[in-house]
């Protein structure tokens, strides 16, 4: 008893000597947030999960530095292995659950300097293109794989909705040689592919790339200012396989991956046009060509169709009116649908060329958009 009293004596003296100090509130501080604690918070952003439930992509951005996208195999209970991809973002698994598909983001510091410095635009790293099958992700082990293709200076890509197999991908205008070691760095890994491929650049229509005479053009048509296209690339993910397409502007997939769609432009008018690539074949074909500006590219919800806006009916006007025209993919060339003074369009309107086109969702009409024609502006005059 005299050791239970004794013991309990020392537990109340211990607890009369902390309470002033917890009463004063005197305990351990913890540290304030300050903005250099939000810097290392992580928000969760494009998110992918494929469509057999197995995998899931996600990208952890902190608020200040480079992001990095994670891929984890999500079968079983607990989960399997996961792997961490620095700099990747904008995740997509394809429609058969077979690639991963993703953007890899240049080094923010690399950016932050080279700005600093004064540069911009070209001169600065570009984004690349990753593309992983998922179901050689892991090795023995559950150790993640380093071995996927990569591509530099993508600035778009693309693959189907509703279809695996095939990828988009649209290249940067190309590099001058003393800007090499400015464009690449890390963000721009060196493109490889691990597979024999057969490859080569086209110009619209599958005609070898190269120069070529260039139209005759006259009055205001000579001195407009034309766009210039870059490479597309189409990639059969199987096999490795790529067809190249030069001077393209725009590009897009039917749902069902068997075909893609693309406007081209160059500065002398030849490449000008819409085509149609038979993805099983890469092959090319005309939609429609001619000197003009080709826009607001569209297609069906079920395939099959395209339709856009084109000003070469009208290129050699000061002012030249658009016209939508349609087709279907594979039977034949375009035709013209609407233009100023097609019935439907009032007196004294056209067809608005920065508007959007589009089908129904059952694909029996078109929607597109007009507006009043602005009156031209009056020719200088020379006073006698």
Known sequence: MPILRLLCRVVVLFLLGTLPTALSGQGPQKKPLDHDAYDLWNSIGGQALSRNGEWIAFVLTPGDGDGRLILRDIRGRTGGPEM???????????????????TIDPMQAVVDSLEKEGKKGDALPRDSLGVLELASAFGAGGAPTTDFFRAGRVKSWQVPAEAGGYLAYHLEKEEAPDSAAAGGGEGAPEARTGRA?????????????????????????RDRKKDEGTTLVLRNLANGEEHRFGDVMAFAFTEDGEWLVYTASNKDGTADGVFAVRTATGASSPVLTGQGKYTQLALSEQGGQVAFLTSRDDWEAETPAFT????????????????????????????????????????SRLLFETQPRPPEAPKDTVPT
């Open 324 to 363: 939508l025209y349609h087709a279907r993919l594979g039977l034949g060339e375009a035709r013209a649908v609407a233009t100023q003074g097609t019935p439907g369009v009032p007196e004294g309107w056209w067809v608005r060329d920065a508007g959007s086109v589009s089908f129904s969702d059952e694909g």
């Open 84 to 102: 961490t991809i620095p700099r990747g973002s904008g995740p997509a698994i394809t429609h058969d659950s077979r690639y991963l598909v993703f």
């Open 197 to 221: 491929g057969r490859s080569g650049e086209a110009r619209p229509g599958g005609a070898p790339s190269g120069g070529g005479e260039g139209q005759d053009t006259t009055g205001a048509a």
